[in-house]
């Protein structure tokens, strides 16, 4: 692929001469990365020193990911550089950054699960004795003086998979710091941990931190940021807004600053194509109580009228999509219950919530809603068939008028009703979705991210669509990341905050200083 | 085909795909081609019957297989349920024909529920569960039947086999019956549709609130009892029932047919009338290499080679040297 290449022995001059304070080990300098006429960073400049902990922050799209894997040599930047140690370096894969002490936790494992603990850590640079086969009674005594060094005491024998997600996380930690890693980067590592697991992490990371070794941490959970972390970078639309020790600041600062929108700055000028909030007076046709899912919500509450708009808000993790699966039957709950308009449905399953009249627009267009090789005609009629067949057989002259109805009232753009759906934008794909559940004549519309990837356009088309279902009578929850979108869609806004119901926002409280406010878990101003 | 088509897509693409859906016709063509110039008394009325008999099991069984396979599945027992239909025929052809056979496709319709239930209520992979019965299946055969082979002289069963109405075997009559059922299942009913969809996306197939479980489940009782007929119609042509051996690597010209025949293995498609043209072209190849005297083994070569070559034109790469 190229012909430059790092390696770790050619330039590592701070080996073996401890941590130097405030001396970059790593650092993106004026790094730019572009997909396509997308610019996913913008001139970034992020450092991080031996023994600091970095936070690194931003929404969804603000270029996190992107910067991790630029500098961890899953993408190469189209400008600027990677200076390791204060010397440029080129990483050709992510082999070559891991050998040169950069290493990446995800929040999925990436060891070998079937093996045992011992083995995952040593993988591939076993001890050996005699005749080169591997000392596994070694490996063992090492592994488990390794592990206890960080206060871990785990059967190294056990298969990885046997252990707690926790644990897992704590070995491919130990095997990455026992390697030679200078720089840890964690990307979420608590979004499937317990409590405790959360404290053992975190314990962890301050001995790594104390040994001088430089750790970059995603995520979203405020409380960990100002636990474990220093200083903090915020990423937004794929340039830096702010650097900064983590003292000092506000909850209410860095949701601002992540978001791009100051609280001071209210009342502006309508950013979306919403007419109004829409709110109702009938009684709730959606009542979802006590929702609870272990890891993901707890107790949650959701009241809809027909005819009304409730926004979810909570930054990204907060329980937004799971609370909208759990109502739709996607995922089963651990307890609560969910009825329209008086009459319980049955949880846990996607049939019986559409036949109650509850539908979902699923947040992951591609891989959970459309059907790419299949017709636009062929997925709009999806969820509808039986309705459009008699005796099991397909009627093409129903099809054909349902199909006809939502490509003219939608505008769906495609050369025909049998074009593959995989060929339209994604704003004409969306639309497909919602033509697909609106033939089934819902009560109660879900809609996650309804407006994710999709042109300026169809986006307005989209929430135009919003407003004018909802005149129509349809009870319609609304999740969205846009914080303009949900202030200015919605009615009412209900706000959760990691799995519960932080506050709800109503009335004239139904404003971007508020929801930021309550988003930053601080008490919503008077 | 379409002018439009031909425009909007980059000339790459259209010869790829020209060659995914016309290819077997186009190879069929070559047979005949070759044949017409080499083989004396290919083009004869017997032989095109005889050729017809011959494709029919391996061809029931294939359309059953293009539906497992449209799912993101795969049938491996469907030798078993040919094997299980055809070790029951003897011991109640006493009752007559239609009571025997009704009954031996109840018995490969319990291998279909067997394979359906594993995969579509308890999750196993199709591979798996089908291959368990695939093994189990041809025992239970063999037990059924004390591991003897029972020869069959009612001259109503045998019929099906052997018999015809003017020019046309009943075999043929029924393979076209089912093709034409089958066809029709595929295009024109909502289990079809949601067949192909399951195949496309499972996620969002559930997400959509398709029955998922029922549709998979349906799908290899379906195969299984296609493989059933083809049992039965395997048996009255020899005259015996050998569950020995009847049906051995049927699964493997099944799946060679359907994916010779344009369908995916990655699912998503069903291709009815291609799977039919898969079929017929092994067979076609088949009975050429017989003809000049090639031995079986090469036989078995050429079905490999065309295999490999329908999967790597599937996958778009065959052009462009």
Not at chain 1, 52 to 74: C, D, W, Y
Not at chain 1, 382 to 393: C, D, Q
Request: proline share 4%; net charge neutral; charged share 20%.
């Amino acid at each position: 692929m190229t012909t430059t290449s790092f390696r770790a022995d050619a330039a590592d001059p701070a080996a073996g001469a401890g941590p130097v304070a405030d001396a970059p080990v790593l650092r993106a300098d004026h790094v730019t990365k572009r997909f396509g006429g997308v610019t996913a960073l913008d001139d970034v400049t992020f450092s991080v020193a031996a023994g600091e902990s970095m936070a690194l922050m931003g929404e969804n799209g603000a270029g996190k990911s992107t910067l991790i894997k630029v500098l961890t040599g899953v993408y190469r930047p189209d400008d600027g550089r990677i200076l390791l140690g204060g010397q440029p370096a080129v990483f050709a894969r992510p082999l070559d950054a891991q050998r040169a002490g950069v290493s990446t936790i995800y929040q999925e494992v990436n060891l070998i699960p079937l093996m045992s603990v011992a083995q995952n850590i040593y993988l591939g640079r076993e001890p050996r004795g005699r005749l080169g086969l591997i000392d596994a009674r070694r490996m063992q005594s090492d592994a488990r003086e390794l592990l206890s060094a960080y206060g871990i005491a785990v059967d190294v024998r056990r298969p990885l998979r046997s252990c707690a997600l926790g644990v897992q996380q704590m070995v491919a930690l130990a095997r990455a710091v026992s390697i030679n890693a200078r720089i840890v980067i964690m990307d979420e590592p608590t979004s499937s941990l317990e409590a405790r697991e959360v404290e053992t992490l975190f314990r962890v990371i301050r001995m790594l931190r104390d040994q001088g070794i430089a750790i970059v941490y995603v995520s979203h959970r405020m409380d960990e940021i100002f636990e474990v972390c220093e200083s903090v970078t915020v990423l937004r639309d794929g340039r830096v807004v702010h650097v900064g020790p983590v003292q000092g600041m506000t909850r209410g600062e860095l949701v601002s600053l992540m978001l791009g929108r100051s609280i001071d700055a209210v009342r502006r000028e309508g950013a979306t194509a919403f007419r109004s909030g829409h709110t109702s007076d009938a009684p709730a046709v959606l009542e979802a109580t006590g929702l609870s899912r272990k890891h993901e919500i707890a107790d949650v509450d959701l009241r809809v009228r027909p005819g009304e708009v409730v926004g979810l808000g909570g930054l990204l993790g907060s329980g937004r999509s799971e609370t909208l699966k759990a109502i739709a039957g996607v995922t089963a709950v651990d307890a609560g219950t969910v009825t329209v308009s008086g009459a319980p449905v049955r949880g846990g399953s996607v049939s019986a919530a559409i036949r109650a009249g509850i539908v979902m627009l699923p947040e992951d267009r591609k891989a959970e809603g459309i059907v790419p090789n299949l017709s636009v005609r062929d997925n709009i009629v999806l969820a509808a068939l039986p309705r459009l067949s008699r005796a099991g057989f397909t009627s093409t002259a129903k099809q054909d008028a349902v199909v006809d109805v939502f490509m003219k009232r939608l505008h769906i753009k495609a050369s025909s009703p049998d074009q593959p759906v995989a060929e339209l934008s994604g704003g004409n794909q969306q639309k497909v979705m919602i033509a697909r559940w609106l033939a089934m004549s819902p009560r109660v519309l879900l809609l996650d991210e309804p407006t994710r990837g999709i042109d300026v356009g169809a986006k307005a088309e989209v929430q135009a669509l919003i407003d004018e279902l909802a005149s129509e009578g349809l009870a319609i929850v609304l999740v969205s990341s846009e914080i303009e979108e949900v202030v200015e869609g919605s009615g009412r806004v209900v706000v959760l905050r990691e799995g519960s119901v932080q506050t709800e926002l109503t009335g004239i409280h139904v404003d971007e200083a508020s929801l930021l406010a309550a988003l930053a878990g601080t008490e919503v101003p008077e | 085909m379409s002018q439009t088509l031909t425009v909007a897509l980059p000339r790459r693409a259209t010869v790829v795909g020209f060659f995914q859906r016309y290819g077997v016709y186009l190879a069929i063509v070559i047979v005949l081609v070759v044949n017409l110039a080499v083989t004396p008394n290919f083009f004869t009325l017997d032989n095109v019957r005889v050729q017809l008999v011959q494709v029919v099991p391996v061809l029931i069984v294939a359309l059953g297989m293009a539906l497992a396979i449209g799912t993101e599945g795969i049938d491996l027992s469907v030798g078993a349920s040919m094997a299980l239909a055809a070790a029951v025929i003897p011991l109640y052809i006493g009752y007559g024909v239609v009571p025997a056979a009704l009954i031996a496709l109840a018995c490969s319709l319990l291998i279909g529920l067997a394979n359906g239930v594993m995969i579509a209520v308890i999750g196993v992979q199709p591979i798996v569960a089908t291959l368990s019965l695939m093994v189990a299946g041809r025992g239970i055969a063999l037990l059924v039947a004390g591991e003897q082979l029972r020869s069959v002289t009612d001259p109503g069963f045998l019929a099906l086999g052997r018999g015809a109405i003017g020019p046309l075997p009943w075999s043929v009559l029924i393979a076209a019956v089912l093709v034409a059922i089958v066809a029709v299942l595929v295009s024109r009913t909502t289990f079809g549709k949601q067949l192909v969809a399951l195949g496309g996306s499972r996620r969002a197939a559930e997400l959509a609130g398709l029955p998922v479980r029922r549709i998979l489940l349906v799908t290899y009782l379906l195969s299984a009892a296609l493989a059933g007929v083809a049992g039965v119609i395997g048996t009255a042509r020899l005259g015996a029932s050998v569950p020995s051996t009847l049906g051995n690597l049927v699964e493997l010209s099944a799946i060679t047919a359907v994916v010779v025949g344009g369908t995916p293995l990655s699912g998503g498609q069903v291709r009815v009338i291609g799977t039919v043209a898969g079929a017929l072209l092994l067979q076609l190849i088949t009975a050429t290499l017989v003809k000049h005297d090639v031995s079986d083994a090469y036989s078995q070569i050429a079905q490999a080679v065309i295999i490999l070559l329908a999967v790597y034109i599937q996958r778009g790469r065959a052009v462009q040297r």
